[in-house]
């Protein structure tokens, strides 16, 4: 079995400050882990995931996450906020193995003032 | 870019009535879900769909759901007599390939109000 946590459901930066949005996760079998935003009106888009090697994953529009197995974290990153990252942010994890479906947190809205 | 649509963006029903949520996956595509999250909640599994077929369902997916494929390029979810706990953002996606590290693309949505 699989699951996410997100603590808190709103997090609210300043522009240009450092995004910090956490995750962690419980799987009995090696996870697959992902973040996706989802912008006003629109679907679930993929930020970035984790699959197998390298640890430190770089996504589009400037974020990051770190796969820490000791922590059982899959925390997301950005070094500084723009305002047009004010969206929902979701964690998600997967098992390895064929048509494995994502199993979501609960989602994190991220507000970034001016 | 090629996308997931859902149709339509938001419907309203009354409790006990028919509805059908409508996806058009990625062409290529040939793996489909669908997630449903309820306001406030996670975001959930319902199904996933291959060959024409249910591949994987959760335990919400009950005989009041039904998937079909029924022209080669639709994904329907059907819910034969809606109750108020139906009511939520149903996400469609779909996956080239069945492998986990494939990229799932999501369509925006579907809102269902029960009322």
């Known amino acids: 079995a699989q699951s996410v946590t997100q603590l808190g459901s709103h997090v609210s930066v300043s522009e240009g400050a450092l995004v910090l949005l956490r995750c962690n996760y419980s799987?009995?079998?090696?996870?697959?882990l992902f973040w996706y935003v989802q912008y006003p009106n629109q679907g679930l888009q993929l930020l970035l995931k984790y699959t197998t090697g390298a640890t430190l994953v770089k996504g589009i529009n400037g974020f990051e996450a770190e796969f820490k197995k000791s922590e059982t974290s899959f925390h997301l990153t950005k070094p500084s906020a723009h305002m047009s990252d004010a969206a929902e942010y979701f964690c998600?994890?997967?098992?390895?193995?064929?048509?494995?479906?994502?199993?979501f947190g609960k989602g994190i809205t991220l507000s970034v003032r001016p | 870019e090629p996308e997931v649509t859902q149709t339509p963006s938001h419907q309203v029903t009354q409790m006990g009535q028919e509805v059908i949520l409508r996806c058009v996956p990625i062409?290529?595509?040939?793996?489909f879900y669908w997630y449903r999250q309820i306001l406030g909640q996670k975001v959930e599994f319902l199904v996933s769909f291959y060959n024409n077929e249910i591949s994987e369902k959760s335990e919400i997916f009950d005989d009041q759901f039904s998937v079909e494929r029924p022209d080669g390029s639709n994904f329907t979810l059907k819910i034969r007599s809606t109750k108020l706990e139906d009511s939520a953002m149903y996400f469609c996606?779909?996956?080239?390939?069945?492998?986990?590290?494939?990229?799932?693309?999501f369509g925006q949505g579907t809102r269902l109000t029960v009322v």
């Open positions: 998600a994890v997967s098992g390895p193995g064929a048509n494995s479906k994502l199993t």
């Open positions: 996606a779909s996956r080239e390939s069945p492998t986990a590290n494939t990229e799932a693309f």
């Open positions: 799987s009995s079998v090696p996870p697959y």
């Open positions: 062409s290529n595509h040939l793996y």
